[in-house]
């Protein structure tokens, strides 16, 4: 069976960092884009960062310069350094995945088959 699970989150002050893991299992993960997405309170799910199977990442603008992608092809893992957090971050935090999506729509949540459960971040 096909798992992500998310850990890592926390509630925090403004100005501090957090990492968050994504642990997957039932695909290879090496050879998968994986993203990382994001949904406040009553707003919409949006993309924050993906990396692609050659290492290749995409950053939305209001994390660009903070936030980092990275993964672990050995430990099957996601990862996601947040520096400078502020209040707006405050989200329940997603990792998704699949086998390949366009460039161009990368940030763009239909585009993935496979989902976590979130893991929470809270920023005062």
């Known amino acids: 069976d096909v798992q992500l699970v998310e850990s890592g989150g926390d509630s925090v002050q403004t100005g501090r960092s957090l990492r968050l893991s994504c642990a997957v299992s039932g695909f290879p993960f090496s050879t998968y884009c994986m993203g990382w997405f994001r949904q406040a309170p009553g707003k919409e799910r949006e993309g924050v960062a993906v990396i692609d199977s050659d290492g290749r990442t995409t950053y939305a603008d209001y994390v660009k310069g903070r936030f980092t992608i990275s993964k672990d092809n050995a430990q099957n893992t996601l990862y996601l350094q947040m520096n400078s957090l502020k209040p707006e971050d405050t989200a329940m935090y997603y990792c998704?995945?699949?086998?390949?999506?366009?460039?161009?729509?990368?940030?763009?949540?239909?585009?993935?088959?496979?989902w976590g459960q979130g893991t929470q971040v809270t920023v005062s």
């Open positions: 998704a995945a699949d086998y390949w999506v366009v460039y161009g729509r990368r940030l763009v949540l239909l585009e993935y088959d496979y």
